[in-house]
């Protein structure tokens, strides 16, 4: 077996994380690859309804920017600092409760206009938000399978009923498949975290057929699997912005 490599944790809490200090720990907050990776779950789900309306669709962007690009992720942040900003708690949780708040209130505003389908999803988004990174209930939201439910299929379905008023098995099938993208997500991403924010040392080596070693480290570890969280990011956004490009263009 190979010496153990020992270092101090990495120096950034995520591979998207800025310098810390000042704005650039809001930038950090916001989570930007991630934030972008769901919002693009948005747009797929609105752009597979029989007709896009622009303005709902700004609207369901802006809400779900505000619930989980700032609410959930402010919240996640009172628990343990997992990206050390220093971002007072007071203002975490004014963050937070206005990020709810805001896509609150532009979900009723949606029920005006699309009708009470809405009802379910403006009742069941808090909840998610607020009962996940809070831990709430005994943490029994806080587990992968809620997590790709939450941050995955629920915008797909959100954004198509707020445009079409109904559900079909088309975007029913899509969120199946932003489920799997999400689980996936959480797949690499959790010992992403371990290794960049609790690890202290690694052990290890790869013992080749010619007889080679190969040592194993930090860097070795988090490459393949930051590098497939970056693809996977962009592959979203880009397929959402090329539908949103051949709907509306």
Known sequence: MADPVTAAPAERPAFY??????????????HPPYTAWHLGYVVIGACLAPVV????????????????GVAAHAFDELSGRPLRTTISAGALWAAGIAGVVG??????????IVGW????????????????????????LHNDVVFAAAWGAFPVLTAYVAQAGTLRAGPVLA??????????????????????????SVRGAVGLEDGDVLALDRAALLAPLEH????????????????????LG
């Not at 994380?17 to 000042?22: E, I, L």
């Not at 896509?103 to 005006?112: K, P, R, S, T």
């Not at 969120?175 to 202290?200: C, V």
């Not at 693809?231 to 959402?240: D, M, P, Q």
């Open 103 to 112: 896509a609150v209130a532009l979900g009723c505003a949606g029920v005006a």
């Open 53 to 68: 309306d622009v303005g709902r669709l700004l609207a369901t962007l802006a809400a779900f920017f505000l619930a989980v």
């Open 175 to 200: 969120a199946l498949g932003a489920f799997a993208l999400s689980s996936a997500q959480r797949a690499l991403s959790t010992p992403a975290r371990l290794l960049r924010r609790r690890a202290r």
């Open 228 to 247: 497939a969280l970056r693809s996977l990011s962009w592959a979203v956004v880009l397929v959402a912005a090329g539908l949103a490009v051949a709907r």
């Open 117 to 140: 389908v809405l009802v379910p999803f403006l009742v069941v988004g808090p909840v998610l938000v607020v009962g996940y990174n809070l831990e709430l209930f005994g943490r029994a």
């Open 17 to 30: 994380a800025a310098r810390g200090g000042g704005w650039r720990d809001w930038w950090t907050l916001l």
